[in-house]
Structures are given as C-alpha cells and as structure tokens.
C-alpha cells in the first residue's frame, strides 16, 4: 500500500460524534508509552501526525486519521500507567470500552506490544477481553531495533509461551521499529488486504 494522503479528521470521546461509519477503521492501542504515536507516523509517512511525548498518557482522545480517503485510522489512549487521576483513568475506559464494543465499521485492533519486556498482565487482560467479545485483533510488537535478532527471537518466544497458559494459539503478531522502518511494508500490506475482503465492502455498503 503507498500512503498518498493522511489527514486528521476529529478529536473526541463520544461515539456519536465520530464520523460516519462509512469506511473500514483501524484502531491502535497499547500501553502508555509503548511507541504508538511513532508508529502511526511511520505507517502514515506523516512525522508529525501524531503527537509524540516521553510523558506516558499523552493521548487522551479517539483521535480519527483519514488515509488515502478510504480509511480511518483511530489513535486511542494508552491504558496502564499515566501521571493522571485515577477518575480520569476510568473516564478513559469508559469510553474505549464503547467504542471498542460498539463501533460497527472497526475491522481489526492492532493491541501494541514493546517487544523488550515479558508478558504483562494487563497487556494479557487486555487481549482477554477483547478475544471474549469475539473483537478481531492482532499485536504490534514495537522497538525491534533495541534488541539484536538472537534477543528478538528469544523473547518473541518466551512471550508466547507466557501467553500459552491463556491461547492455545498465538494471535497474529507483527515486529516493527519506528526507528528503522522494520515492519511498515508488512502491516500496511495487511491492512490493504482486510481493506479488499468481504467484511470491508459490507461496510461500504451498509453506508449506500
């Protein structure tokens, strides 16, 4: 997929409020400060499309991206740690949850992972629940080039035996690096691919 255009649409969190549900979306989240933002910019070849910060918790909206004006791309707020008040933390969830739950035009959830670090419960939590409201999702692993191939590998392997206890099997994953460009071909190429299935044309339809 060649990215020719990307354009930030609207800020908000009230599901009524996004935009129409006329074409496919793509919401991405993750715990705060996993890379997120570097990765949106990555993928939409826009450096400053999305706000960065080293401050967990920066992103505190549904932010909307329109992408070559066929798709949406959703930056949500990071769940975990945040220099927030715990009222606003489940403020968040509240409205992450509807939208999540509700949002009929979402085709798949990209669940970001920092690929350094061991299986965390509440990344683990998160994924549950979405696996249980039958939610489509695939993980994100980000910052490969922290790590040499041989660390890469090791702990992509013992991540998934930690998962094992829960998943039979493995969800999708893929391995980027906002630094190097690792992983951008591979992700968008499959965001294209659920852009052309029959899931995407029903939502193009439905909105006729």
């Known amino acids: ?13 009230d599901l009524s409020k996004c935009p129409v549900p006329n074409l496919p979306e793509y919401a991405f989240v993750g715990r705060s400060n996993v890379g997120k933002s570097s990765l949106i910019n990555l993928l939409t070849n826009f450096s400053k499309l999305a706000k960065t910060s080293t ?7 549904l932010n909307h991206f329109l992408i070559n004006k066929e798709w949406y791309l959703v930056d949500l707020p990071g769940y975990g740690y945040a220099k927030t008040s715990k009222k606003l933390r489940n403020i968040w969830a509240g409205f992450m949850k509807e939208y999540l739950l509700k949002r009929e035009n979402l085709v798949c959830i990209f669940v970001l992972i920092d690929i350094r670090l061991k299986p965390q419960e509440i990344d683990l939590d998160f994924m549950y629940n979405l696996a249980t409201n039958n939610l489509p999702f695939v993980i994100v692993f980000t910052k490969a080039d922290k790590l040499t191939k ?3 590998a090791d702990n992509l392997k013992n991540y998934f035996i930690g998962m094992s206890d ?11 690096s906002s630094h190097s460009k690792f992983g951008r071909d591979e992700l968008l190429n499959y965001i294209d691919a659920l852009n052309s299935s029959e899931v995407a044309d029903e939502i193009r339809y439905e909105s006729d």
């Open 55 to 61: 401050t967990p918790g920066k992103t505190q909206l």
């Open 150 to 152: 041989k660390e890469m």
């Open 1 to 13: 997929m060649i990215i020719k255009s990307a354009q930030f649409i609207m800020s908000n969190t």
């Open 166 to 176: 829960i998943w039979e099997n493995p969800p999708l994953h893929f391995i980027t």
